[in-house]
């Protein structure tokens, strides 16, 4: 079946360094989506990349739809406690409606 | 605005036990969905509707029941809880039927704990 793997699954970083983390899969996408989840509530959305190569930036975030279609990847720079979370990837499933499957996961923590 | 709102926040159960983790939204949209999340796994989609009166299955449905009457509500029912279903239960919703991922709003979750 489909799965998105990212990696790191966790990272501890010092605050004000920088972040890098990806999601690769056997299957390609058209669609690829970076979502954060603090603790106790749901996932929001960061970035949505929708073109091979395109490379997009919110703020200190950035991420890109890799070439072949099979991987993402999201770099934070300068990161900050608030940065703390559970970063996701996802892309569409193949149901004709807004439904994702989600990846792993990489849990960031950010020492002050 | 209260956008898409989950209750309860925190319930457990016993083996056995039937409940409904209720789901709504304020904002008119059409599509609706439940997804659970377990650690290590992602979210993973249980049932998802289209609008009033029609709903579909997801990744993991078995166990889980859906109903959507009114284009408000998508209840998720446990009919009889099982210890595998211990999980974090997130409900969502988009403005239209599809193509509308960008615009998909989570509610905060229910932790429910089966024992």
């Known amino acids: 079946g489909q799965q998105l793997n990212q990696s790191p699954q966790s990272m501890f970083i010092q605050e004000g360094e920088d972040v890098s983390m990806n999601c690769t899969s056997s299957?390609?996408?058209?669609?690829w989506l970076w979502y954060k989840q603090e603790p106790g509530e749901g996932p929001v959305l960061l970035i949505a990349?929708?073109?091979?190569?395109e490379l997009t930036s919110n703020g200190r975030l950035t991420a890109q739809f890799g070439i072949t279609r099979k991987d993402s990847f999201l770099n934070i720079s300068a990161s900050i406690p608030s940065d703390v979370g559970i970063y996701f990837c996802?892309?569409?499933?193949?149901?004709?409606?807004?439904?994702?499957?989600f990846g792993t996961g990489t849990r960031l923590t950010v020492i002050p | 605005n209260a956008g898409v709102t989950q209750t309860p926040k925190f319930q457990v159960l016993k083996t056995g036990q039937s409940m409904t983790l209720q789901c709504a939204q304020d904002?008119?949209?059409?599509?609706m969905s439940w997804y659970r999340q377990d650690p290590g796994m992602g979210l993973r989609l249980i049932h998802y509707?289209?609008?009033?009166?029609?709903?579909d299955q997801g990744e993991v449905p078995n166990g889980y029941n859906v109903s959507r009457s009114t284009t408000e509500d998508f209840p998720l029912r446990l009919l009889s809880a099982a210890p595998s279903q211990t999980s974090v239960y997130f409900c969502?919703?988009?403005?239209?039927?599809?193509?509308?991922?960008?615009?998909?709003?989570f509610g905060s979750g229910t932790q429910l704990s089966v024992l």
């Open positions: 996802a892309a569409p499933l193949q149901t004709g409606a807004n439904n994702l499957f």
């Open positions: 299957s390609i996408f058209n669609t």
């Open positions: 990349l929708y073109k091979a190569g």
């Open positions: 904002m008119n949209h059409e599509y």
């Open positions: 509707s289209v609008g009033a009166g029609i709903t």
């Open positions: 969502a919703s988009a403005p239209g039927i599809t193509g509308w991922e960008e615009k998909l709003f």
